[in-house]
């Protein structure tokens, strides 16, 4: 399963540019961590080198963040060994691994946006005078930190008032400050426009010049391109590879993302693909549906009983449509039309009236009830489009709770059991239960099969494919290409916030998507 | 027995039935209840009509702590409600008539209701937190109980209103009546309907509830209403049982023994899973404590430093942090047992 | 998460920055506090004949101090997003222990010792349990104040008056200053623990993580700043700072009484939010605390010199201004967060 590029390191190498032989900096082997349920890291190996910027790569739950937080010292390891500069580390917190020289900057900025720029780079190591802060020595070593980084901001501001993009600096200015080893950069430009990441890459690559090795995770492909040496693929909590970044195509890389489904699922017999009535009004029309941040505007159609897959990466947009198509956010262009009537999705309960569903990706934090039971979880819907006082009646909802167990296969089949009891797969089912029983018009379903079983997948697929048959207008977002290919009527692909392409799905091969996903355009940022 | 050492109203019903057995220890007769002039006297029957206005704050806390919320402001509301009632008996021309008692008790519930939704706007439409949001009313409500008093203590001579606080019927106190009836009424109204569903989804996981589709706004709304609507009734209940409204003594601290009733009932304060029949155990818990410590020769006053052990014994408990040390000690001490073994 | 209002702070020039000065946006609040003292001083001055005298001003802090010394500590907490519900009961606490020890012999020196000992241990342990076995701190003081009452029951149901002579005479003793001016000795105490606690606040390692653990404490622990330190000690703080405050009270009333201070924390909590303390944490000047402990303070001149207002105006006003800042923040907040 595991195919290192041909090139991959000998164990002291050459350094990733090709000069003069270098010990890693980091050197992390059979690194296992396990969580209730899940295995995050798997025997994971893992090398980073002085003055190289290495791009970690994978999809949601492929490890990355468990990586990060393991090196970074907020998770502990059940297996496994972390060395740092030539010495075995167990770190038992943030404050340990800093001591160590390695250094992270996070997505969403860990500082505190209520203290000025100087304190958020020095507190906890500020110049002292007699036994006070030296707000002006602080104040001055912040301004050369800043300097260096080529940031016109004064370092007593709060930085609250200055922009995502400077704060990201700022948390990098501390980590620099530090003098850090290593700096570990957790998809640091998620939220830059390309000018703020052109910034960002200079004051990477200054650092790399000055010896630092820079850990560097983004899901943007073009920016991985443009700034990694080298870069470390996971998926499902294994390393699937590991390249030098000037020896790989960028389709090899979303193959090894997204994978090819080794489980050979029986295959669905299913209709050939089902075509839109184009004479027939969509159940759902978005027309330009767009949010300034997540989403560009976006047109789509969704016909009754047709299967819309969405294929793209992570970040690329596929589920940000999804909220917006939902009004779980709320969208600022655009407009949506239910079987041709123009509606204002302010909130998730008026997709509800419109006979809207959705099943969020974060099944844990956005759909389970955990203290809940089965059916509670199950009638939770329908009954909050009823009101609380008009509960539904106890006979019918015994009844469809019984009949969505079996239907679904839900295990244990008992209706009083607690939610968070019930492993992810079957959670995923009573969630799709809840949406049943409203029986919507049109269901989004995101990532409604990450992360659990391949029996509860299979059956949640049939499900999908069924309700399509029975007339249901379904938006089916997926990591997995196989899947989305199984089951989808139309393709459309998302990449970098954009609907990059919609094509029936007559004779698309998982290699026609990658192409789509990977193509590099005139879009390339950074 | 593992069984029901794991239900979830073990510990409170242990902890009562302890407390009752340390009092028929210092008191022999204090199970015994006798009939007198048609009416049932003893310990108990005190218990029950004294713990009456706690037991209907708590009802009331219950349903906000659910939420994740909390009301502080339910002593205050207690004190207006006694004195908007006693101020309109006092000042009606017929001061002494039925009529006039349930208007005035109507119109107390009525302004407690405005108060309630008052509540209810900071805390869903505005989004201020909780403790906060109420804590304004906690401060300026004492104030305005006094604004409606004029800063006197209203003494009031109505038999009906009387009979709230202090009255008999069918032999039972008529506030263990009224008290065991809203218990029962809201015990219906939540498992009957929906209500108790969906408040207990909005506390457990306000997003997965918001995307499902849950008006949590009116949820919130409805729970605030409902907790000062309690608040109220207790108020008139203290108010009657002593005929006078006192804004500042009435209802004194009585949102913290409400709290306590919550907690102590295995309604955790991170909001979720709520049992009514906890509540009702904590509030005659509280209530029985209050009447054990004179009982066993310690100064009444003192039950506070009790309530202070309870308070913190049990949030030790529920406490996941505090459960793990302690589990975890036990584990690694099992550990050296099996290795002492190998 | 603002993506929104982005770039024109970054590219701004260090001139226009000078051009467009406005003060620190943390002593916004503070100001506005100040301007609210002083508006009422001047609604006072014009309604009411010797409103405007420079000893209502300097009786404001003498009828007060005690409650500024509480509403420091109170300070210190709120800004790490925390709540103290225990110190109306503490000072309680502390004028009996003050009050019994003294009756019972103990030199003045050993039982100010005692009172400040006890105070402070309270506090530890309720930031201990608050931290350490993350209870809620509205429950975990809640406790603390039944447990403090408790106390004070237990050594006396009734009020013990205080006929020590050191004590005596620290109450009547008066700072006479220029003008026919005086001010009491427990006025200087009271600014003396305002400095000090500004002091620490902002020249201390141990003040700015306060800020910090106020202002996310995620991010302080990944800045590797000891959480564990700061969210006990501002608890201990707060704790000394009752039995302080409670001092000072007895000195007030001579008299050690169980049912003192019933609801003090209120006034303490209302005079932290008054002076513009963000009761999320994060965002507030120990100043400002003392402003807002002035307001209330002016409320109750106000109200004593019309003498047709009566006395539970002071009491809706307190809570009228205390919505009035709770819903200023709210709004200060969400511009903050969206």
């Known amino acids: 399963m595991t195919h290192m590029s041909a090139d991959a390191y000998p164990s002291s190498g050459t350094s990733p540019r090709g000069r003069t032989p270098v010990d890693p900096v980091v050197q992390m082997t059979g690194i296992t961590i396990r969580f209730p349920g899940v295995t995050a890291l798997d025997d994971v190996d893992f090398r980073l080198f002085p003055g190289e910027v290495h791009a970690l790569l994978g999809e949601n739950g492929a490890g990355k963040s468990t990586l990060i937080k393991a090196l970074t010292g907020v998770y502990a390891t059940d297996s496994g060994t972390i060395w ?139 920016q991985v391109f443009a700034i ?242 029975e007339g249901m207008g379904i938006v089916f977002i997926s990591a997995e290409l196989e899947e989305v290919l199984r089951l989808s009527d139309r393709l459309v692909v998302m990449r970098d916030r954009h609907k990059v392409d919609e094509i029936p799905n007559t004779g698309v091969t998982t290699d026609d998507l990658m192409a789509i996903i990977a193509r590099e355009e005139e879009s390339a940022r950074a | 027995m593992r069984d029901l050492a794991r239900h979830r109203l073990f510990w409170p019903v242990l902890a009562l039935v302890l407390l009752l057995a340390v009092n028929v220890a210092a008191t022999p007769s204090f199970l015994q209840i006798r009939m007198q002039d048609g009416h049932l006297y003893g310990s108990l029957v005190d218990i029950a009509r004294n713990g009456a206005p706690v037991l209907l704050v708590a009802l009331g806390m219950t349903l906000v702590i659910a939420t994740r919320g909390i009301d502080l402001s339910v002593g205050a509301i207690a004190a207006i409600a006694g004195a908007v009632a006693c101020v309109h008996l006092a000042g009606s021309p017929a001061p002494a008539s039925t009529g006039t008692a349930i208007t005035a008790v109507t119109l107390a519930l009525a302004v407690c209701v405005l108060l309630g939704l008052w509540n209810g706007f900071l805390v869903s439409v505005l989004g201020i937190q909780p403790i906060i949001a109420t804590l304004v009313l906690m401060t300026a409500g004492r104030g305005l109980a006094m604004l409606v008093t004029g800063g006197q203590i209203t003494t009031v001579n109505n038999s009906f209103f009387r009979g709230l606080g202090a009255g008999y019927l069918l032999t039972l106190p008529i506030a263990v009546l009224i008290a065991m009836a809203v218990f029962a009424v809201t015990a219906l ?154 | 998460m603002s993506t929104v209002t982005r770039p024109e702070i970054a590219t701004r020039s260090l001139a226009d920055r000078v051009k467009g000065y406005s003060p620190p946006s943390q002593l916004l609040p503070v100001l506005a506090t100040f301007a609210l003292l002083v508006g009422m001083f001047g609604v006072g001055a014009v309604r009411y004949e010797g409103f405007a005298s420079p000893q209502v001003v300097l009786n404001l802090f003498v009828d007060n101090a005690f409650l500024i010394v509480l509403a420091v500590g109170m300070t210190f ?6 709540i103290d519900l225990s110190v109306g009961s503490v000072v309680a606490l502390s004028t009996m222990i003050a009050a019994a020890t003294l009756r019972a012999g103990w030199p003045p020196a050993l039982a100010i010792l005692a009172v400040l000992l006890t105070g402070t241990a309270l506090g530890l342990a309720m930031g201990l349990v608050i931290h350490y076995f993350e209870v809620q701190p509205f429950i975990a003081t809640l406790a603390g104040m039944f447990l403090a009452r408790g106390l004070c029951y237990l050594i006396s149901v009734k009020s013990i008056p205080i006929r020590d002579e050191t004590f005596q005479s620290i109450s009547a003793a008066s700072i006479t200053l220029p003008g026919e001016l005086y001010v009491t000795p427990t006025v200087l105490i009271a600014l003396a623990v305002v400095l000090a606690a500004a002091w620490v606040l902002h020249l201390t390692r141990f003040g700015r ?35 302080l405050g ?59 010199f019309d003498g047709t207002l009566s006395s539970w105006w002071t009491r809706i006003s307190i809570g009228a201004l205390l919505l009035v800042f709770v819903v200023l923040q709210r709004f200060f907040n969400r511009r903050e967060i969206s």
């Open chain 1, 228 to 469: 990694s040496d080298r870069m470390t693929v996971l998926r499902n909590g294994r390393i699937v590879g590991e390249h030098l970044t000037r020896d790989v195509t960028r389709l090899e890389l979303v193959e090894e993302m997204l994978g090819r489904e080794l489980e050979v699922l029986e295959r669905l017999h299913r209709e050939p693909s089902r075509q839109p009535d184009e004479r027939r009004t969509p159940v759902l029309r978005a027309r330009g549906l767009g949010r300034k941040g997540s989403l560009a505007p976006t047109d789509l159609d969704v016909y009754d009983g047709e299967v819309i897959g969405i294929a793209g990466l992570l970040g690329s947009g596929r589920t940000e449509l999804a909220r917006l198509l939902f009004g779980a956010d709320a969208s600022d262009s655009g407009s949506v039309e239910v079987r041709g009537r123009r509606v204002a999705l302010r909130s998730p309960r008026r997709a509800v009236d419109h006979k809207i569903g959705f099943s969020s990706e974060n099944r844990r934090s956005e759909g389970v009830i955990g203290d809940l039971t089965v059916a509670e979880n199950m009638m939770l819907g329908l009954q909050a489009a009823r009101g609380w006082l008009r509960p539904v009646p106890p006979r019918t909802r015994d009844q469809l709770v019984i009949k969505h167990l079996e239907m679904l296969d839900i295990r244990p089949a008992n209706p009083d059991a607690l939610m968070r009891n019930l492993s992810g797969g079957n959670q995923q089912k009573v969630l799709l239960a809840r949406w049943l029983i409203m029986q919507p018009d049109v269901l989004l379903l995101d990532e409604p099969t990450r992360g659990i079983d391949v029996g509860a997948k299979a059956q949640i697929q049939q499900v999908v494919d069924d309700l399509a048959y």
């Open chain 3, 246 to 304: 409670g001092l000072l009270f007895s000195l007030y009333m001579l008299s050690g009484y169980s049912l003192h201070a019933v609801g003090m924390e209120l006034d303490a909590i209302a005079a932290v939010v008054i002076g513009g303390t963000l009761l999320t944490g994060g965002y507030g000047l120990v100043i400002g605390s003392l402003l807002g402990v002035l307001v209330l303070g002016t409320i109750q001149t106000f109200i004593s």
């Open chain 1, 84 to 222: 740092v500069g030539g010495a075995e580390h167990a770190f038992t917190g943030p404050a340990a691994a800093q001591d160590a020289g390695v250094s992270t900057v996070y997505q969403e900025v860990n500082l505190c946006t209520n203290l000025s720029v100087a304190e958020n780079m020095l507190l906890g190591r500020e110049p002292r005078r007699l036994g006070r802060i030296d707000h002006r020595g602080m104040n001055r070593r912040a301004s050369e930190v800043l300097g260096r980084l080529g940031l016109d901001i004064s370092p007593r501001s709060r930085l609250g008032d200055h922009p995502i993009a400077v704060q990201q600096l700022v948390a990098i200015g501390r980590a620099v400050d530090i003098e850090a080893r290593v700096l570990v950069l957790d998809e640091p430009t998620a939220s830059l426009d390309s000018e703020e990441v052109a910034k960002l890459f200079e004051v990477v690559r200054s650092l790399r010049s000055q010896g630092v090795a820079i850990l560097f995770v983004s899901h943007f492909l073009e």
């Open chain 3, 209 to 243: 993580s306060v800020y910090a653990v106020g202002g996310s404490e995620a991010s302080a622990v990944l800045m590797g700043l000891s959480v564990a330190r700061v969210k006990v000690g501002v608890y201990a703080i707060s704790g000394f700072c009752s039995s």
């Open chain 2, 189 to 342: 109204v939540t498992r009957r309907t929906a209500l108790g569903m969906l408040v207990e989804s909005v506390g457990v996981n306000p997003e997965a509830s918001r995307l499902a589709g849950v008006r949590s706004r009116t949820i919130l709304w409805t729970v605030y209403v409902f907790s000062a609507f309690c608040a109220g009734l207790a108020g008139l209940m203290i108010a009657a049982n002593t005929s006078a409204a006192d804004a500042n003594n009435a209802g004194l601290w009585i949102e913290l023994d409400a709290i306590l009733a919550v907690v102590i009932g295995g309604t955790s304060l991170a909001g979720g899973r709520f049992s009514l029949a906890g509540t009702l155990v904590g509030a005659l818990f509280i209530q029985t404590l209050s009447t054990t410590i004179p009982t066993i020769g310690i100064p009444a006053e003192t039950n506070y430093l009790f309530k202070a052990v309870v308070v913190i014994a049990v949030c030790l408990l529920q406490s996941p942090k505090a459960r793990a040390a302690v589990w975890r000690r036990r584990r690694d001490r099992s550990a050296l047992v099996r290795a002492g073994r190998a």
């Open chain 3, 77 to 82: 907490v709120i800004l790490t997003g925390g």
